[in-house]
């Protein structure tokens, strides 16, 4: 199944009549990059597009020689003839959705997003499309997320606990997004929040382009006990799973991660708490925003792919995994 603007490559998706790929793996000549999780931003790219706060995001984390042009939300660009303009997708600070219309087509490639208001990314914003391009993390019925106002008060509710009972809380989330969700919604009247430096970097960064954040005390090797009884330590997942928190004495290992929605998942994490908070859309919010686009097709890529696919189709929308797409014109 063919689109008007999109082809896919080894490399990932590709306007050829713009000459620019979206979230690319490997070395192109130009690249709009949706967000600035590395898994979306690589490095090998000779210029890059994107929202302003996943530029500076990028040179932190790519270098700072990179060369990256900024674009507001719904600031249009026109390259070769293809207007592009980025709306926001309310997965992370900065995330974008790439609108791209051209050759009698608009096309949407969605990047990750949630439609759940964080409080902290900019909320998503549906895009009207003929095509729309859709993460599937978890496409499947059984991913439904519980109002993040009840993940907030169980996270708040274990710290007090813990606080009361003289341990060191310790709570893990990936360093760009999730980290911050966390932070923005602890009750600081609980104590004092300590932040791993690959996040409290992050922090910096966010907390200079305006976001509120509370205050926090960067972690060190020199960060004693005494310091941290009683309060909070962010750190990503590698921290919490590691050797490297057990010489804190008493304390409680927490996760925060969609997976976490089901029992299995808990057997692969050291952990004694789990909260099921994530920045992507589950089942309903991911058949919501299908049809918020009004898409006549529907490309599904990272995740339950097929199984999602299959569901669309038997709801009567057209839609095909990604890989559908101009296949024949695949890169060697």
């Given at each position: 199944?063919?689109?008007?603007?999109?082809?896919?490559?080894?490399?990932?998706?590709?306007?050829?009549q713009a000459d620019i790929y979206i979230d690319p793996a490997g070395k192109t000549n130009r690249a709009i990059i949706t967000h600035a999780h590395s898994d979306h931003a690589?490095?090998?790219?000779?210029?890059?597009?994107?929202?302003?706060?996943?530029?500076?995001?990028?040179?932190?984390?790519?270098?700072?020689?990179?060369?990256?042009?900024?674009?507001?939300?719904?600031?249009?660009?026109?390259?070769?003839?293809?207007?592009?303009?980025?709306?926001?997708?309310?997965?992370?600070?900065?995330?974008?959705?790439?609108?791209?219309?051209?050759?009698?087509?608009?096309?949407?490639?969605?990047?990750?997003?949630?439609?759940?208001?964080?409080?902290?990314?900019?909320?998503?914003?549906?895009?009207?499309?003929?095509?729309?391009?859709?993460?599937?993390?978890?496409?499947?019925?059984?991913?439904?997320?519980?109002?993040?106002?009840?993940?907030?008060?169980?996270?708040?509710?274990?710290?007090?606990?813990?606080?009361?009972?003289?341990?060191?809380?310790?709570?893990?989330?990936?360093?760009?997004?999730?980290?911050?969700?966390?932070?923005?919604?602890?009750?600081?009247?609980?104590?004092?929040?300590?932040?791993?430096?690959?996040?409290?970097?992050?922090?910096?960064?966010?907390?200079?382009?305006?976001?509120?954040?509370?205050?926090?005390?960067?972690?060190?090797?020199?960060?004693?006990?005494?310091?941290?009884?009683?309060?909070?330590?962010?750190?990503?997942?590698?921290?919490?799973?590691?050797?490297?928190?057990?010489?804190?004495?008493?304390?409680?290992?927490?996760?925060?991660?969609?997976?976490?929605?089901?029992?299995?998942?808990?057997?692969?994490?050291?952990?004694?708490?789990?909260?099921?908070?994530?920045?992507?859309?589950?089942?309903?919010?991911?058949?919501?925003?299908?049809?918020?686009?009004?898409?006549?097709?529907?490309?599904?890529?990272?995740?339950?792919?097929?199984?999602?696919?299959?569901?669309?189709?038997?709801?009567?929308?057209?839609?095909?995994?990604?890989?559908?797409?101009?296949?024949?014109?695949?890169?060697?």
């Open positions: 199944m063919n689109s008007k603007l999109l082809k896919y490559t080894k490399k990932g998706l590709y306007c050829s690589r490095r090998g790219s000779d210029s890059y597009l994107a929202h302003p706060v996943t530029a500076l995001l990028m040179r932190h984390r790519l270098g700072s020689k990179i060369n990256v042009q900024e674009l507001e939300y719904g600031r249009k660009v026109n390259i070769n003839g293809i207007s592009i303009s980025l709306h926001p997708a309310g997965h992370v600070p900065g995330s974008a959705q790439v609108r791209l219309e051209g050759c009698g087509e608009i096309a949407v490639i969605s990047g990750d997003y949630k439609l759940e208001n964080d409080r902290l990314s900019t909320p998503f914003e549906p895009v009207k499309c003929d095509v729309f391009v859709t993460e599937t993390t978890f496409a499947l019925p059984i991913y439904k997320w519980e109002p993040q106002e009840i993940i907030y008060k169980k996270i708040n509710d274990w710290w007090l606990r813990n606080k009361k009972n003289g341990i060191v809380s310790v709570i893990g989330g990936y360093s760009l997004g999730k980290a911050q969700r966390i932070l923005k919604h602890l009750d600081t009247s609980t104590g004092k929040i300590f932040t791993h430096p690959v996040i409290e970097d992050v922090n910096e960064i966010l907390r200079n382009s305006k976001f509120g954040l509370p205050e926090t005390h960067r972690l060190n090797e020199n960060t004693a006990y005494k310091e941290l009884k009683g309060n909070i330590v962010i750190g990503p997942p590698s921290f919490t799973g590691g050797g490297s928190i057990k010489d804190t004495g008493k304390y409680s290992i927490g996760y925060a991660s969609g997976w976490l929605k089901t029992r299995k998942a808990w057997g692969r994490q050291s952990i004694d708490i789990g909260f099921a908070l994530s920045d992507h859309c589950d089942w309903d919010g991911l058949n919501m925003a299908v049809k918020l686009t009004g898409a006549e097709k529907v490309f599904a890529t990272h995740g339950f792919t097929k199984q999602y696919v299959k569901w669309l189709r038997e709801n009567e929308i057209s839609a095909y995994e990604l890989t559908d797409i101009a296949a024949e014109d695949k890169e060697d």
